[in-house]
């Protein structure tokens, strides 16, 4: 419990049947000190009012040993999620969101001019008479979809 403590965690793997302590004390005493630190418990008890227990007690899931791996991996990845804030709808950068749900990226669309992008991305702006430039847009439009990065003819 100690270690617990003195620890930063991110998730606690919590076997009831510890040979030092009580795993479900030790859960109670975790969580008056870090309500929101993520708990599954494994535990070769399978009867119905232990995982009613565990769960009551607040642990975000119960599984009995033996168990596949992947059993366990889908609950660990559910609640990484949910710690590091992927649980939302979305998740939004520059002109970019991800709809964590649907895993669906939308983009907004905003005129961008050629010279800007000349003077903000490339080195030495609009004296860089390389193709640079559109070799980089012809990467983008290949890397994100057809049809997402347009060009407007004297534009940008």
């Known amino acids: 419990m100690h270690q617990l403590d003195a620890s930063v965690c991110e998730?606690?793997?919590?076997?009831?049947?510890?040979?030092?302590?009580?795993?479900?004390?030790?859960?109670?005493?975790?969580?008056?000190q870090a309500s929101s630190l993520p708990f599954i418990i494994l535990s070769a008890r399978d009867t119905l009012e232990e995982h009613l227990s565990g769960l009551d007690a607040d642990a975000d899931d119960y599984l009995v040993k033996p168990f596949a791996l992947a059993k366990l991996l889908s609950p660990v990845r559910a609640l990484a999620r949910r710690?590091?804030?992927?649980?939302?709808?979305l998740l939004e950068a520059c002109s970019l969101a991800l709809h964590v749900q649907t895993r669906r990226v939308t983009v907004r669309y905003r005129l961008v001019t050629r010279r800007l992008l000349e003077e903000e991305v490339l080195p030495g702006g609009q004296e860089n008479a390389s193709n640079a430039l559109d070799v980089h847009m012809g990467n983008l439009r290949r890397t994100i979809s057809k049809g997402y990065v347009r060009t407007v003819r004297g534009i940008g």
């Open 11 to 32: 998730l606690v793997l919590l076997d009831l049947g510890l040979p030092d302590g009580n795993g479900m004390r030790i859960l109670a005493h975790v969580r008056r």
């Open 83 to 89: 710690s590091y804030g992927f649980d939302g709808e």
